[in-house]
């Protein structure tokens, strides 16, 4: 069975960094197209970044040039490096992959559990 763990998330001050990690366990052949998405309290869900099997990113406006998203296929694991973090980037990240296990011909979509992000001094 597949699954996506979340970690890296905590506090962090308006100005500081954090990285995002998004491990995928279970018999893991290729992590195809993925994203993450953020929701702070009492907002809807987000899409924040995403990324092809092919390389193209795209970005939502608010964190274009600050946040990026990549992979590490060695590790199967899906990050996303926040930099210049602001108080409004508060919220709850959830990473969601496209996956293909060992032996299988097309990916099945996955999401992971979420994470707490807080940026405050």
């Known amino acids: 069975q597949v699954q996506l763990v979340e970690s890296g998330g905590g506090l962090v001050q308006p100005g500081g960094s954090l990285r995002l990690s998004c491990a995928a366990s279970?018999?893991?052949?290729?992590?195809?197209?993925m994203a993450w998405y953020r929701q702070a309290p009492g907002k809807q869900r987000e899409l924040v970044a995403s990324?092809?099997?092919?390389?193209?990113?795209d970005y939502v406006g608010s964190v274009k040039d600050r946040f990026r998203i990549s992979r590490d296929n060695g590790k199967n694991t899906i990050y996303l490096q926040m930099n210049s973090l602001k108080p409004e980037d508060t919220a709850v990240y959830y990473c969601?992959?496209?996956?293909?296990?060992?032996?299988?011909?097309?990916?099945?979509?996955?999401w992971g559990q979420g994470t707490q992000v807080t940026v405050s001094s």
């Open positions: 969601n992959a496209q996956i293909k296990q060992v032996g299988d011909t097309y990916p099945d979509n996955y």
């Open positions: 279970g018999s893991i052949g290729t992590i195809d197209n």
């Open positions: 990324r092809t099997s092919g390389g193209i990113t």
